[in-house]
């Protein structure tokens, strides 16, 4: 084990982790998000452009017409 991965990074919560077992994660989560089908994705999208919105007025969300 290279010394980097041994690391230990503090969390949310004071969870520690090291550098190895966050990029694992991190790497684990891409994959998950990437068999999201593209509908799904941009449903997703709209309404963190909703929430962003109702926190910051004038931003523009997209809309969605069935």
């Known amino acids: 084990m290279k010394k980097n991965e041994e690391i230990k990074i503090i969390m949310k919560g004071n969870r520690k982790i090291t550098r190895k077992e966050l990029f694992e994660k991190k790497e684990l989560f891409h994959k998950q998000l990437a068999k999201i089908p ?20 004038n931003q523009r969300a997209w809309r969605i017409f069935s």
């Not at 799904?40 to 929430?51: H, T, Y």
């Open 38 to 57: 593209f509908e799904q994705k941009i449903r997703m999208l709209v309404r963190l452009q909703e929430i962003a919105d109702s926190i910051k007025k």
